[in-house]
Protein backbone atom coordinates (compact mmCIF):
# COMPACT_ATOMS: atom_id res chain seq x y z
CA UNK A 1 0.00 0.00 0.00
CA UNK A 2 1.88 3.31 -1.21
CA UNK A 3 1.89 5.86 1.33
CA UNK A 4 -0.22 9.35 0.92
CA UNK A 5 1.26 12.60 -0.24
CA UNK A 6 0.54 15.40 1.32
CA UNK A 7 -2.17 16.29 -1.06
CA UNK A 8 -3.59 13.12 -0.61
CA UNK A 9 -3.70 13.18 2.74
CA UNK A 10 -5.83 16.25 3.21
CA UNK A 11 -8.35 14.33 0.99
CA UNK A 12 -8.02 11.29 3.07
CA UNK A 13 -8.25 12.35 6.05
CA UNK A 14 -8.06 16.07 6.95
CA UNK A 15 -11.26 17.63 4.73
CA UNK A 16 -13.22 14.16 5.74
CA UNK A 17 -12.30 14.74 9.66
CA UNK A 18 -13.36 18.48 9.42
CA UNK A 19 -16.32 17.47 8.09
CA UNK A 20 -17.09 15.04 10.42
CA UNK A 21 -16.32 17.66 13.09
CA UNK A 22 -18.38 19.95 12.43
CA UNK A 23 -21.79 17.60 11.85
CA UNK A 24 -21.14 15.70 14.90
CA UNK A 25 -20.24 18.88 17.26
CA UNK A 26 -22.54 21.30 15.73
CA UNK A 27 -25.77 18.12 16.51
CA UNK A 28 -24.85 18.50 19.75
CA UNK A 29 -24.60 21.71 20.32
CA UNK A 30 -28.13 21.68 18.32
CA UNK A 31 -29.19 18.89 20.82
CA UNK A 32 -27.62 20.56 24.05
CA UNK A 33 -29.74 24.14 23.11
CA UNK A 34 -32.93 22.21 22.29
CA UNK A 35 -33.19 20.68 25.47
CA UNK A 36 -31.84 23.63 27.52
CA UNK A 37 -35.12 25.49 26.35
CA UNK A 38 -36.42 24.69 29.58
CA UNK A 39 -34.35 26.81 31.23
CA UNK A 40 -36.09 29.79 30.15
CA UNK A 41 -33.80 32.37 32.37
CA UNK A 42 -30.66 31.32 30.00
CA UNK A 43 -33.10 30.89 27.30
CA UNK A 44 -30.67 33.35 25.00
CA UNK A 45 -27.56 31.55 25.87
CA UNK A 46 -29.07 28.40 24.54
CA UNK A 47 -30.38 30.25 21.56
CA UNK A 48 -27.08 31.17 20.28
CA UNK A 49 -25.68 27.42 21.15
CA UNK A 50 -28.19 26.62 19.19
CA UNK A 51 -27.94 28.94 16.16
CA UNK A 52 -24.33 28.19 16.08
CA UNK A 53 -24.22 24.62 16.03
CA UNK A 54 -26.66 25.03 13.16
CA UNK A 55 -23.95 26.92 11.09
CA UNK A 56 -21.64 24.18 12.02
CA UNK A 57 -24.23 21.53 10.78
CA UNK A 58 -25.00 23.74 7.92
CA UNK A 59 -21.27 24.28 7.04
CA UNK A 60 -20.28 20.21 7.53
CA UNK A 61 -23.27 19.04 5.03
CA UNK A 62 -21.99 21.82 2.56
CA UNK A 63 -18.20 20.44 3.00
CA UNK A 64 -19.05 16.68 2.71
CA UNK A 65 -21.01 16.78 -0.08
CA UNK A 66 -18.49 19.27 -2.30
CA UNK A 67 -14.98 19.00 -1.06
CA UNK A 68 -15.63 15.18 0.46
CA UNK A 69 -18.13 13.31 -1.68
CA UNK A 70 -17.89 15.87 -4.23
CA UNK A 71 -20.17 13.31 -7.04
CA UNK A 72 -23.01 12.36 -4.67
CA UNK A 73 -25.68 15.26 -5.37
CA UNK A 74 -25.97 17.87 -8.47
CA UNK A 75 -25.11 21.35 -7.42
CA UNK A 76 -29.09 22.61 -7.36
CA UNK A 77 -29.70 19.48 -4.83
CA UNK A 78 -27.07 20.61 -2.43
CA UNK A 79 -29.39 23.65 -1.01
CA UNK A 80 -32.55 20.89 -0.04
CA UNK A 81 -29.89 18.45 0.85
CA UNK A 82 -28.28 20.21 4.00
CA UNK A 83 -31.50 21.56 4.50
CA UNK A 84 -33.15 18.26 5.17
CA UNK A 85 -30.01 17.27 6.59
CA UNK A 86 -30.43 19.77 9.65
CA UNK A 87 -33.86 18.65 9.71
CA UNK A 88 -33.02 15.63 10.88
CA UNK A 89 -29.98 16.82 13.40
CA UNK A 90 -32.82 18.71 15.38
CA UNK A 91 -35.37 15.79 15.35
CA UNK A 92 -31.67 13.87 16.60
CA UNK A 93 -31.09 16.19 18.79
CA UNK A 94 -34.45 15.72 20.31
CA UNK A 95 -34.48 12.90 21.14
CA UNK A 96 -30.92 12.92 22.19
CA UNK A 97 -31.16 15.60 24.35
CA UNK A 98 -34.55 14.40 26.03
CA UNK A 99 -33.08 11.19 26.73
CA UNK A 100 -30.14 12.97 28.59
CA UNK A 101 -31.69 15.27 30.49
CA UNK A 102 -35.16 13.85 31.39
CA UNK A 103 -34.59 13.55 34.93
CA UNK A 104 -33.31 17.65 34.72
CA UNK A 105 -36.67 18.36 32.68
CA UNK A 106 -38.87 15.67 33.08
CA UNK A 107 -41.95 17.54 31.23
CA UNK A 108 -40.03 19.11 28.94
CA UNK A 109 -38.15 15.89 27.91
CA UNK A 110 -41.79 13.97 27.27
CA UNK A 111 -42.36 15.95 24.92
CA UNK A 112 -38.72 16.24 23.66
CA UNK A 113 -38.67 12.16 22.96
CA UNK A 114 -41.37 11.99 20.76
CA UNK A 115 -41.41 14.97 18.66
CA UNK A 116 -37.63 13.91 17.84
CA UNK A 117 -38.82 11.03 16.62
CA UNK A 118 -41.43 12.05 14.05
CA UNK A 119 -39.28 14.88 12.86
CA UNK A 120 -36.02 12.99 12.96
CA UNK A 121 -37.93 10.29 10.66
CA UNK A 122 -39.03 13.33 8.13
CA UNK A 123 -35.71 14.62 8.06
CA UNK A 124 -34.33 11.32 6.82
CA UNK A 125 -37.14 10.64 4.45
CA UNK A 126 -36.39 13.64 2.77
CA UNK A 127 -32.68 13.73 3.13
CA UNK A 128 -32.14 10.49 1.34
CA UNK A 129 -34.57 11.60 -1.31
CA UNK A 130 -37.07 8.32 -0.60
CA UNK A 131 -39.92 8.72 -2.97
CA UNK A 132 -43.29 7.80 -1.53
CA UNK A 133 -46.08 7.40 -2.78
CA UNK A 134 -48.83 9.02 -0.61
CA UNK A 135 -50.13 6.16 0.77
CA UNK A 136 -46.79 5.35 1.97
CA UNK A 137 -46.54 8.60 3.81
CA UNK A 138 -49.92 8.02 5.21
CA UNK A 139 -48.58 4.47 6.71
CA UNK A 140 -45.09 5.78 7.57
CA UNK A 141 -46.39 8.66 9.50
CA UNK A 142 -49.13 6.84 11.48
CA UNK A 143 -46.97 4.48 12.40
CA UNK A 144 -44.28 6.85 14.03
CA UNK A 145 -47.30 8.33 15.76
CA UNK A 146 -48.24 4.80 16.90
CA UNK A 147 -45.11 4.90 18.66
CA UNK A 148 -45.12 8.29 19.73
CA UNK A 149 -48.62 9.21 21.13
CA UNK A 150 -48.04 6.07 23.40
CA UNK A 151 -44.46 7.11 24.21
CA UNK A 152 -45.64 10.64 25.19
CA UNK A 153 -48.44 9.40 27.48
CA UNK A 154 -46.55 7.11 29.28
CA UNK A 155 -43.22 9.39 29.92
CA UNK A 156 -45.55 12.37 30.55
CA UNK A 157 -47.34 10.33 33.38
CA UNK A 158 -44.16 9.07 35.14
CA UNK A 159 -42.61 13.01 35.11
CA UNK A 160 -45.84 13.89 36.55
CA UNK A 161 -44.11 12.32 39.74
CA UNK A 162 -40.66 13.85 39.68
CA UNK A 163 -39.41 17.09 40.31
CA UNK A 164 -39.69 19.84 37.44
CA UNK A 165 -35.45 19.40 37.34
CA UNK A 166 -34.44 16.60 39.67
CA UNK A 167 -31.20 16.34 38.54
CA UNK A 168 -28.27 18.58 37.78
CA UNK A 169 -30.13 21.41 36.04
CA UNK A 170 -26.66 22.84 34.64
CA UNK A 171 -27.95 26.67 34.56
CA UNK A 172 -30.35 26.37 37.56
CA UNK A 173 -28.26 25.82 40.56
CA UNK A 174 -25.76 28.04 39.20
CA UNK A 175 -27.98 30.97 38.63
CA UNK A 176 -29.39 30.61 42.04
CA UNK A 177 -25.64 30.83 43.40
CA UNK A 178 -25.18 33.89 41.38
CA UNK A 179 -28.65 35.40 42.70
CA UNK A 180 -27.19 34.99 46.50
CA UNK A 181 -23.95 36.45 45.54
CA UNK A 182 -25.68 39.40 44.20
CA UNK A 183 -27.78 40.28 46.32
CA UNK A 184 -26.66 43.24 48.71
CA UNK A 185 -26.78 42.39 52.53
CA UNK A 186 -29.10 44.76 54.11
CA UNK A 187 -32.06 45.10 50.39
CA UNK A 188 -35.53 45.06 50.75
CA UNK A 189 -36.07 40.86 51.67
CA UNK A 190 -38.31 39.22 49.06
CA UNK A 191 -36.75 39.26 45.42
CA UNK A 192 -38.76 37.08 43.38
CA UNK A 193 -39.82 34.61 46.39
CA UNK A 194 -41.20 31.93 44.21
CA UNK A 195 -42.92 34.30 41.39
CA UNK A 196 -41.34 32.96 38.52
CA UNK A 197 -41.45 29.23 39.67
CA UNK A 198 -43.28 27.35 37.52
CA UNK A 199 -45.07 24.32 39.78
CA UNK A 200 -46.38 21.48 36.85
CA UNK A 201 -46.52 18.80 39.99
CA UNK A 202 -47.95 18.89 43.60
CA UNK A 203 -44.35 17.58 44.28
CA UNK A 204 -43.01 20.55 42.28
CA UNK A 205 -45.33 22.41 44.81
CA UNK A 206 -44.22 20.57 48.08
CA UNK A 207 -40.42 20.92 47.55
CA UNK A 208 -41.16 24.70 46.95
CA UNK A 209 -43.84 25.61 49.21
CA UNK A 210 -42.46 23.62 52.47
CA UNK A 211 -39.16 25.79 52.77
CA UNK A 212 -41.25 28.87 51.39
CA UNK A 213 -43.34 28.45 54.48
CA UNK A 214 -40.61 27.85 56.84
CA UNK A 215 -38.72 30.81 55.82
CA UNK A 216 -42.03 32.67 56.72
CA UNK A 217 -42.03 30.83 60.08
CA UNK A 218 -38.40 31.85 60.80
CA UNK A 219 -38.12 35.26 59.72
CA UNK A 220 -41.59 36.06 61.27
CA UNK A 221 -40.28 34.22 64.58
CA UNK A 222 -36.70 36.51 64.14
CA UNK A 223 -38.95 39.83 64.16
CA UNK A 224 -41.53 39.01 67.18
CA UNK A 225 -38.47 39.15 70.00
CA UNK A 226 -37.44 42.43 68.47
CA UNK A 227 -40.82 44.53 67.44
CA UNK A 228 -42.88 46.43 70.21
CA UNK A 229 -45.76 46.93 67.61
CA UNK A 230 -48.83 45.33 68.97
CA UNK A 231 -50.51 44.86 65.68
CA UNK A 232 -47.60 43.75 63.85
CA UNK A 233 -46.55 40.83 67.18
CA UNK A 234 -50.52 39.99 66.25
CA UNK A 235 -49.65 39.50 63.03
CA UNK A 236 -46.41 37.41 63.69
CA UNK A 237 -48.41 35.27 65.67
CA UNK A 238 -50.44 34.29 63.16
CA UNK A 239 -48.08 33.78 60.37
CA UNK A 240 -46.00 31.44 62.56
CA UNK A 241 -49.12 29.67 63.99
CA UNK A 242 -50.85 29.31 60.01
CA UNK A 243 -47.59 28.03 58.15
CA UNK A 244 -46.04 26.18 61.07
CA UNK A 245 -49.27 23.95 60.68
CA UNK A 246 -49.46 23.70 57.04
CA UNK A 247 -46.13 23.00 56.91
CA UNK A 248 -46.09 19.99 59.36
CA UNK A 249 -49.43 18.68 56.91
CA UNK A 250 -47.13 19.10 53.53
CA UNK A 251 -44.43 17.39 55.43
CA UNK A 252 -46.81 14.27 56.02
CA UNK A 253 -48.17 14.36 52.50
CA UNK A 254 -44.87 14.34 51.28
CA UNK A 255 -43.98 11.00 53.14
CA UNK A 256 -47.71 9.46 52.04
CA UNK A 257 -47.65 10.25 48.48
CA UNK A 258 -44.05 10.07 47.60
CA UNK A 259 -42.80 7.63 50.29
CA UNK A 260 -39.61 9.57 51.43
CA UNK A 261 -39.51 12.02 53.94
CA UNK A 262 -38.72 15.56 53.30
CA UNK A 263 -35.40 17.08 52.60
CA UNK A 264 -34.53 20.37 52.11
CA UNK A 265 -32.37 20.98 49.02
CA UNK A 266 -29.82 23.48 50.58
CA UNK A 267 -30.58 25.50 47.38
CA UNK A 268 -33.35 28.03 49.09
CA UNK A 269 -32.86 31.89 49.67
CA UNK A 270 -33.86 32.68 52.81
CA UNK A 271 -34.94 36.16 53.54
CA UNK A 272 -33.36 35.90 57.32
CA UNK A 273 -29.97 36.38 55.65
CA UNK A 274 -30.91 39.63 54.26
CA UNK A 275 -32.51 41.19 57.02
CA UNK A 276 -30.66 44.30 58.97
CA UNK A 277 -29.01 43.18 61.72
CA UNK A 278 -30.90 46.29 63.87
CA UNK A 279 -34.49 46.63 65.26
CA UNK A 280 -36.78 49.48 65.22
CA UNK A 281 -38.51 51.10 62.09
CA UNK A 282 -35.55 49.98 60.13
CA UNK A 283 -36.01 46.25 60.18
CA UNK A 284 -39.91 46.43 60.57
CA UNK A 285 -39.96 48.12 57.01
CA UNK A 286 -37.52 45.83 55.84
CA UNK A 287 -40.12 43.10 56.95
CA UNK A 288 -43.00 44.07 55.48
CA UNK A 289 -41.63 44.90 52.02
CA UNK A 290 -40.19 41.21 51.94
CA UNK A 291 -43.07 39.88 53.61
CA UNK A 292 -45.22 41.43 50.93
CA UNK A 293 -43.37 39.61 48.34
CA UNK A 294 -42.79 36.80 49.59
CA UNK A 295 -46.71 36.38 50.17
CA UNK A 296 -47.25 37.47 46.35
CA UNK A 297 -44.92 34.37 45.39
CA UNK A 298 -46.81 31.72 47.52
CA UNK A 299 -49.77 33.01 46.03
CA UNK A 300 -48.33 32.95 42.89
CA UNK A 301 -47.67 29.17 43.72
CA UNK A 302 -50.75 28.09 45.14
CA UNK A 303 -52.95 29.39 42.17
CA UNK A 304 -50.73 27.11 39.50
CA UNK A 305 -51.53 24.21 41.73
CA UNK A 306 -54.81 24.72 42.12
CA UNK A 307 -55.53 23.96 38.55
CA UNK A 308 -52.96 21.09 38.28
CA UNK A 309 -53.51 18.84 41.19
CA UNK A 310 -56.10 15.94 41.35
CA UNK A 311 -55.63 15.63 45.00
CA UNK A 312 -58.66 17.61 46.38
CA UNK A 313 -56.90 18.51 50.10
CA UNK A 314 -53.83 19.90 48.33
CA UNK A 315 -56.00 22.00 46.25
CA UNK A 316 -58.31 23.30 49.25
CA UNK A 317 -54.67 24.22 50.24
CA UNK A 318 -53.67 26.21 48.05
CA UNK A 319 -57.68 27.69 48.05
CA UNK A 320 -56.74 28.76 51.85
CA UNK A 321 -53.66 30.03 50.82
CA UNK A 322 -54.89 32.66 48.38
CA UNK A 323 -57.56 33.17 50.34
CA UNK A 324 -55.17 34.27 53.57
CA UNK A 325 -52.31 35.43 51.90
CA UNK A 326 -54.25 38.02 49.40
CA UNK A 327 -55.75 39.63 52.61
CA UNK A 328 -52.46 39.62 54.15
CA UNK A 329 -50.54 41.49 51.58
CA UNK A 330 -53.48 43.95 51.77
CA UNK A 331 -52.27 44.72 55.50
CA UNK A 332 -48.94 44.73 54.97
CA UNK A 333 -49.14 47.44 52.49
CA UNK A 334 -51.42 48.91 54.48
CA UNK A 335 -48.79 49.43 57.20
CA UNK A 336 -46.21 50.36 54.52
CA UNK A 337 -48.32 53.36 53.85
CA UNK A 338 -48.83 54.22 57.01
CA UNK A 339 -45.16 54.30 57.33
CA UNK A 340 -44.16 56.09 54.44
CA UNK A 341 -46.45 59.02 55.26
CA UNK A 342 -45.62 58.86 59.14
CA UNK A 343 -48.81 58.15 60.52
CA UNK A 344 -48.34 55.36 62.17
CA UNK A 345 -51.60 54.72 64.34
CA UNK A 346 -51.02 51.14 65.65
CA UNK A 347 -49.87 51.11 68.98
CA UNK A 348 -45.68 50.96 69.95
Given at each position: ?A???????????????????????????????????????????F?A??????V?????SY???????????????L??Y????L?????????????????D????????L?????I???????????T?SR????L?????????????L???????G?????????G??H??SN???????????????G?????A????????M??????????????L???????L??????VI???????????????????????????????????????????E?????????????????????????Q?P??K??A???????T??????????????T???????
Amino acid sequence: MAALNPRSLSQTIVFPFVAYLLLFVGMGFVAGSIVHFGEVAQIRRFAAIGAVGMVMFVVGSYWQEIHVNPQTLPKQELLRYVLYSLLLAVGIGMMSGGTQHFLDFPRYASFLLPGGLLIAIIGYVLRNAVTLSRRAWALLLSGTLAIALPLFLGLNHYAQGLPAASGHGHGMMHESSNARATQPTGAPLGGSHGHGTAIATDLDFLEEMIPHHQEAVDTSAYLLTRTSDQGLQTFLRGVIDVQAQEVNQMKQWYQQWFSKPYAPSGTYETMIGSLPQTEGAALERAYLQGMVAHHQGAIAMAQQIKTRSQRPELKQMAAAIVMTQTKEVGQLEHWLGERATGSSSHQH
